[in-house]
């Protein structure tokens, strides 16, 4: 049987192989804009106490299954053996269609309403911003639609299967991340701005100090402060159940590394091995105290967006013992045993400097501020002095201790960073060249920093004030032929 004509049964089929969307669109969407309809129109309500909306509720919902209908039955599309296809036809006329063998990627995607249906969307990239989006498609038609895609014949001899699976004890990782505060002053503010629509913003703040009684002013806002805390820390980890309940990573046939997650939301997202370059471990400030990291997928054709870190992670935080085990049975080498060079005592006096320079700023700011406007800038120049000063030598002390580079087999593994620590394991084949550059500061020390410039990830890697002569040396060796041609320049004299 042709590819043309393979595939799942579920699907309705036009002449020439083409294929329609599941109609279960039209439950699913409707259900959303009724929900859309109601949340918006709620505040509305109230405030002019009117039935008028209901008309209105109709109106909108009923426009968009209408919407949705038009696209459902105008849209189709095929797989060939040479390409994937999806066309719509209607008052305009596109069609868009991707090789099969330059795909690299097919997601699935499933929210509750879509699984209450028994649907799901999957998105089929190239990795070079070429997309096609089938949403929804039958779970099962779009699980085999997905492999029908992907499972090619393995480029290398390795063992398929899973490579790791959630324990539910991660979850204590969650609050420790930069989330927990965030979504606890984000849960404040939502609570005033529900109560404004009542006009009864200043009396919810009343009322909440009243709440503590005979406390005094600033003990009371302590309290507060504590319960944000404590919103936070119970939204992070409802927050990382969300998004990572039912986490497996799997190794499947084709050469291709699958990760599924979620619990209300599922999503599964693959990351092809040929256009693996490395990974990345992670160990943000509060995750690393905790003994925890995570494994990032350093490969082409993945999206950059900060928003979308989660579409890159391969394991999320854990202990570190089993981020390292999972970073090795994917590059198929441990790193963590690699002993990683020293950078010069010179690095340590730059990160000290900065830091301090970074704290005193603000701080000479309040204090003549303060001998020209209140005494009241004073206190808080000296009490930021005071707090932030050791906090920021702490932490240059501690991202200089975490400075390092060094090989192991073919690949490169640097290491930066303290609020947020990462080491990079690059093979060095992915690398295409190196940025060197120095400061007039970093000259007078000997020192520079040397860029791996990649295809992968951020397209970027540093190592960040090493020696200037030894990272030299580094460069060329891990990289041979790229700055050959500096190999006999005194460092002094590097420049890129």
Known sequence: ???????????????????????????????????VAVSAGTPIAIGTRSLWLLPAVALLVGAGVLAEYVRWRHTRFRCTAERLEIEFRFAVHTRKSLLRERIRSADLTAGPLHRAFGVAALAIGTGQQEKITLSPLARADAEALRAEL??????????????????????????VSFVAPALGLAAFGTLFKVADWFGAGGGLLKWLLDLFGDLPLTASILLLLA?????GVTGAAGL????????RLDREPGGTLRVRRGLFTTRSTTVEERRLRGIELVEPLGARLAGAARVDAIATGMERDDDKTESKTLLPAAPRAVAHDVAAKVLGERIDAVALVPHPVAA???????A????????????????????????LGGALAVVALPVAVLLALDAYRGLGH????????????????????????????WTVRQSVFQRRRGLATFTATTAAGTGAYAIRDADAAEGLAFAVEAVPGVLAQFASVPAEATRA
């Open 1 to 35: 049987m042709s590819p043309a004509a393979a595939g799942p049964a579920h699907v309705h089929r036009d002449p020439g192989g083409w294929r329609r969307l599941d109609r279960r669109t039209l439950g699913v969407t409707a259900i959303l804009m009724v929900g």
């Open 150 to 175: 992907l499972h090619r014949l393995p480029d290398q001899a390795t063992e398929d299967g899973p490579l790791a699976t959630l324990d539910p004890r991660w979850i204590r990782y969650a609050p």
């Open 227 to 231: 319960l944000a805390v404590v919103a």
């Open 240 to 247: 990382f159940t969300e998004m990572w309940w039912h986490y």
């Open 348 to 354: 340590r006096g730059r990160r000290l400097r900065r």
């Open 356 to 379: 301090s320079a970074a704290v005193l700023a603000p701080v000479l700011v309040l204090l003549l501020l303060g001998t020209l406007l209140t005494d009241v800038l004073l206190v």
């Open 406 to 433: 060094g090989s192991c087999g073919r690949y490169l593994v640097l290491r930066a960073g303290s609020v947020r620590r990462s080491t990079a394991a690059l093979t060095r084949d992915g690398v295409i060249g």
